[in-house]
């Protein structure tokens, strides 16, 4: 089965400062891959999904970017980080069976200060 | 619009008693996932369901592809079930459209 790897766990970064999370995936290859991110007290958003090396689809407009350098390594990045970016962020992929599993990394919970 | 729409928001029920959950979406959907999210923010995939039903241990979840309404049951609750459970559902692509989830607490 998938085993997903995110790190660092927390983040606390100032504003204006870079990010760099990253997310690799073990048991599977060739998956689908998200990030998402929850709001304190929201639900979770798509951000970005990748069905591919080099292959990302942004959902919504934001300072972040997404890059898939590998297969199964998926990096979410900022250039200079807002106080809005603050949230907990999740990997996810597909499963291998059936396009319609989906696995959760661990999540890393940034906060911009 | 593709919605998700979960209810109750927030559910505190004594130790052992049984929890339902609901989940209705707004049009036809190929997949619905109930996801179990813990304090620390992991969240388990709990179920995927696409018709009919399922049962793991003390959970159930049931789908009714023509009324569009999903529910998650606990049997015989316990302090641990404490947790936020979301409803995903996937209207017919690769992306998961979410519900706000249902916090709920359970008491010794």
């Known amino acids: 089965s998938q085993t997903i790897h995110q790190w660092p766990a927390t983040l606390v970064q100032p504003v204006g400062s870079p990010l760099s999370l990253e997310c690799t995936v073990e048991g599977t290859s060739n998956p689908n891959l998200y990030w998402y991110r929850q709001a304190a007290g929201r639900g979770l958003q798509l951000l970005f999904y990748?069905?591919?090396?080099?292959?990302i689809s942004s959902e919504v407009p934001q300072n972040l970017s997404a890059s898939r350098p590998q297969d199964r390594q998926f990096i979410l990045s900022s250039k200079k980080l807002l106080l809005s970016d603050s949230g907990f962020y999740l990997c996810a992929c597909t499963g291998q069976m059936t396009a319609y599993e989906q696995y959760f990394g661990p999540g890393t919970r940034l906060t911009v200060t | 619009k593709n919605e998700v729409e979960q209810s109750p928001q927030n559910l505190t029920a004594q130790e052992g008693e049984f929890i339902t959950i609901n989940c209705s979406y707004s049009v036809g959907i190929s997949a619905l996932h109930w996801l179990q999210q813990h304090p620390g923010g992991g969240i388990v995939s709990l179920f995927m369901l696409s018709s009919g039903k399922k049962k793991h241990g003390r959970l159930i979840a049931t789908i009714n592809i023509q009324e569009k309404h999903s529910s998650l049951h606990i049997t015989a609750s316990h302090p641990r079930d404490s947790a936020v459970y979301i409803c995903?559902?996937?209207?017919?692509?690769?992306?998961?459209?979410f519900g706000t989830g249902t916090r709920l607490t359970i008491i010794p």
């Open positions: 990748s069905v591919g090396i080099g292959q």
């Open positions: 995903a559902v996937r209207f017919g692509n690769e992306k998961l459209t």
